[in-house]
């Protein structure tokens, strides 16, 4: 059993300039990076319309940002349209013990879903999340309200940050790792986050968007 971690909120308050630096950083990085990779946005797009005509390409979720603020988070379409109706009837095949759902072989997955979700390109519109405000490059995971609901007071210490596209939990292990362990990196993320570790995430990221490390 880990040894539970405990954050010093006020610890986290002080850090102004990491927060400036991050802050700038995720606005500049996110806006270069929208406009080389906008031919590949386009692609996807295109690939979303013809594999489900009737669909939109972009899928909006409410999701739960630093200290238990709903935003809408931005994504390429990877599920049928009446996914999260679906959902309730998939819950009892969950995968993953505790407050989140994941299953391996989702029937609500498209083709096209499969592949962008494998290779985590259904991510890349939460640039423009980055860009509000609404979520840093690197983070824990913005959580679903109905996930937050289960929370522990232990849990929560996720919310004290804001969440990121990427963070420690994806680059450690992904869909590989229970709920507990996932809330165990986030924390010791957010306990020892900087510069230099967000810098080696990042490029952690990258490589597994090559070679991916167990998303689905």
């Not at 850090?15 to 929208?34: D, E, P, T």
């Not at 996807?44 to 409410?62: E, L, R, T």
């Not at 962008?116 to 860009?131: A, F, G, H, M, T």
Request: aromatic share 8%; glycine share 6%; hydrophobic share 40%.
């Amino acid at each position: 059993m880990n040894q539970e971690i405990h954050i010093n909120e006020e610890q986290l308050n002080h850090q102004y300039g990491y927060r400036i630096i991050k802050r700038l950083f995720g606005i500049v990085a996110s806006s270069i990076a929208l406009v080389i990779i906008s031919p590949l946005l386009l692609l996807i797009a295109i690939c979303i319309k013809i594999d489900d005509p009737h669909g939109p390409v972009f899928y909006n979720q409410q999701r739960v940002g630093k200290d238990g603020k709903i935003f809408k988070i931005y994504k390429f379409r990877s599920m049928v349209s009446n996914a999260d109706e679906l959902l309730e009837k998939l819950r009892e095949k969950n995968e993953i013990n505790g407050a989140m759902f994941k299953m391996k072989d989702d029937p609500r997955i498209t083709r096209v879903g499969r592949v962008i979700r494998k290779y985590s390109l259904d991510e890349l519109p939460q640039l423009l999340n980055v860009i509000k405000g609404d979520m840093s490059i690197v983070g824990p995971r913005p959580p679903l309200p109905s996930e937050v609901a289960e929370y522990t007071a232990y849990d929560k210490q996720r919310l004290m940050v804001t969440p990121g596209a990427t963070g420690l939990w994806q680059v450690t292990g992904r869909n590989d790792v229970d709920f507990d362990t996932m809330v165990q990196l986030d924390l010791d993320y957010i306990q020892h986050r900087s510069i230099w570790l967000d810098l080696k995430i990042m490029c952690k990221t990258v490589v597994i968007m090559i070679k991916p490390n167990g998303a689905y």
